[in-house]
C-alpha cells in the first residue's frame, strides 16, 4: 500500500504535539519522530478550534522555520468513533483495494423501449475494468447493445436500444482489477402482450432457455419473429395467455395438433388452429 513519507513523518510529529499541548498521559515515541522529541514544544501556523482536555490527532507539514509546522487536515479527536478508520482515509488516500460492487437493480419494460442495466463499483484503486455476461456469454458490442462507461469508470451501463423478448433474463457484470474481482447479477423482465399461434406459426419459433418458462402447466413457448411476442401453445385442459387458465369439462382427442371432439349425440365439432383462446360447449 502507498503510505507518503511526509504522511508518516505528520503522524509522528501529531503524537509529539497532542502530548505537548495537553500535557496529559504519555505517547509511546515511534520510530519516525520526524526530528521531534517527546514533550518539545511546537508552534502550528493554523488550526482548527479545540478544546481543553481533549486529546487530538494533528496532521502537520513541515515550514521552512524549524518547528514550526502548518496543518495538512483537520485534527482528529481521539474519543471519536471509528478514530482508526479515519486515521486510514487520511493517511492511504492512494492505497490499492480490490473492487466492490453496489447491488445491482433489476429492470423491467415492454418489447420496443430503450433500456439500460447499470454496474457501479463502491470501492476499487486501481478503478476496475468491466465485463457483462447472459448465460454463461460474454457480451459484446453490437447493433443492438452498447456498453457505457461513466464517472471516470467507476461505473459500466449495459444499453438496449430496442428491448426484446428474447433480451430477457439475467445479466452478470464483473469488475476486476490487480488485487481481485468482484460480480453482481440483476434481471431484465420484458413484457409483451401474448398472440395466437393460428395467423403466425410460419413466423414463430421455440423460445430460448431463457424465456421457455413463461409458459407454465406444460405450455409450450413460442417466440413469434417480425413481431417480437412470445405466445403460448397450450396442452389439453388448460388455456390463456401463459396456459394458467383450466378448461371446463369435456372429452379430448390426443392429437399433437390440439384437436377436440365434442362427443355429444349427432354432433361433433373439432380445429386444428392453435390458439390460446379455446371453443368451449356447454352440457347442460
Same mark, same amino acid.
Not at 466492490?100 to 447491488?103: P, Q
Not at 389439453?236 to 384437436?259: A, I, V, W
Given at each position: 500500500m502507498a503510505w507518503p513519507d511526509a504522511?508518516?513523518? $505528520?503522524?509522528?510529529?501529531? #503524537?509529539? *504535539?497532542?502530548?505537548? %499541548?495537553? +500535557?496529559?498521559?504519555?505517547?509511546?515515541?515511534?520510530?519516525?519522530?520526524?526530528?521531534?522529541?517527546?514533550?518539545?514544544?511546537?508552534?502550528?501556523?493554523?488550526?482548527?478550534?479545540?478544546?481543553?482536555?481533549?486529546?487530538?490527532?494533528?496532521?502537520?507539514?513541515?515550514?521552512?522555520?524549524? $518547528?514550526?509546522?502548518?496543518? #495538512?487536515? *483537520?485534527?482528529?479527536? %481521539?474519543? +471519536?468513533?471509528?478514530?482508526k478508520k479515519e486515521v486510514g482515509k487520511i493517511l492511504c488516500t492512494d492505497c490499492a483495494t480490490r473492487p466492490?460492487?453496489?447491488?445491482m437493480k433489476s429492470q423491467t419494460g415492454q418489447v420496443g423501449e430503450k433500456q439500460s442495466l447499470k454496474c457501479e463499483a463502491a470501492a476499487g484503486n486501481p478503478q476496475p475494468s468491466y465485463r457483462w455476461f447472459k448465460d454463461g456469454k460474454e457480451l459484446n458490442r453490437s447493433r443492438d447493445i452498447r456498453i457505457k462507461y461513466g464517472n471516470g469508470r467507476k461505473n459500466s451501463r449495459l444499453q438496449f436500444n430496442k428491448v426484446k423478448v428474447e433480451d430477457a433474463g439475467e445479466y452478470v457484470c464483473e469488475a476486476e482489477n490487480i488485487l481481485g474481482k468482484d460480480t453482481v447479477r440483476g434481471r431484465l423482465h420484458v413484457n409483451s402482450v401474448s398472440t395466437t399461434l393460428s395467423s403466425w406459426s410460419g413466423h414463430a419459433r421455440k423460445c430460448n432457455e431463457t424465456a421457455k418458462s413463461y409458459c407454465v402447466n406444460g405450455g409450450v413457448c413460442y417466440y413469434i419473429e417480425g413481431i417480437n411476442q412470445l405466445s403460448c401453445?397450450?396442452?389439453?385442459?388448460?388455456?390463456?395467455?401463459?396456459?394458467?387458465?383450466?378448461?371446463?369439462?369435456?372429452?379430448?382427442?390426443?392429437?399433437?395438433?390440439?384437436?377436440?371432439?365434442?362427443?355429444?349425440?349427432?354432433t361433433g365439432v373439432s380445429s386444428s388452429q392453435w390458439s390460446t383462446s379455446p371453443s368451449t360447449l356447454d352440457l347442460n
Open positions: 504522511a508518516g513523518l $505528520l503522524l509522528s510529529a501529531a #503524537a509529539a *504535539a497532542a502530548t505537548a %499541548t495537553t +500535557g496529559e498521559g504519555s505517547v509511546q515515541q515511534p520510530q519516525r519522530h520526524g526530528g521531534l522529541q517527546r514533550e518539545q514544544v511546537i508552534s502550528v501556523g493554523s488550526c482548527a478550534p479545540l478544546e481543553r482536555n481533549q486529546r487530538y490527532i494533528f496532521f502537520l507539514e513541515p515550514t521552512e522555520q524549524p $518547528l514550526v509546522f502548518k496543518t #495538512a487536515f *483537520a485534527p482528529l479527536d %481521539t474519543n +471519536g468513533k471509528n478514530l466492490k460492487l453496489k447491488k401453445k397450450c396442452p389439453n385442459g388448460f388455456f390463456g395467455q401463459r396456459c394458467l387458465e383450466k378448461l371446463p369439462l369435456r372429452l379430448y382427442m390426443p392429437d399433437p395438433k390440439q384437436s377436440v371432439l365434442w362427443d355429444t349425440p349427432g
